[in-house]
């Protein structure tokens, strides 16, 4: 059973930053992609940052230039640094984990409250 546990959630003020974990359990070798989501109340789960196999990165427009995607695959973890965060990134942050094989794994998510 594959799963995934994000740390590094919190409350943080405007400006400050924050780095998010999340490690898989199992073996990297059959990850396709790496990603994290977020889900403000009310709102749904939109894309924050994607890492392919091959190392390509995207973001969302919103997270650009504040947000990096990066991955240790000897430790099959991989990481959001948050940067000058805004109260607008306040929600539940996932890490999700796509196979090789199409199946799709989602953490329990952690609490990112940026306070202004």
């Known amino acids: 059973q594959v799963q995934l546990v994000e740390s590094g959630g919190g409350l943080v003020q405007a400006g400050g930053s924050l780095r998010l974990s999340c490690a898989a359990s199992?073996?990297?070798?059959?990850?396709?992609?790496r990603g994290w989501y977020r889900q403000a109340p009310g709102k749904q789960r939109e894309l924050v940052a994607t890492m392919a196999r091959s190392g390509r990165t995207d973001y969302a427009d919103s997270v650009k230039g504040r947000f990096t995607i990066s991955r240790d695959n000897a430790k099959n973890t991989v990481y959001l640094q948050m940067n000058n965060l805004k109260p607008e990134d306040t929600a539940v942050y996932y890490c999700?984990?796509?196979?090789?094989?199409?199946?799709?794994?989602w953490g329990q998510g952690t609490q990112v409250t940026v306070s202004s």
């Open positions: 199992g073996s990297s070798f059959n990850i396709n992609t």
């Open positions: 999700k984990k796509v196979t090789t094989w199409g199946a799709e794994y």
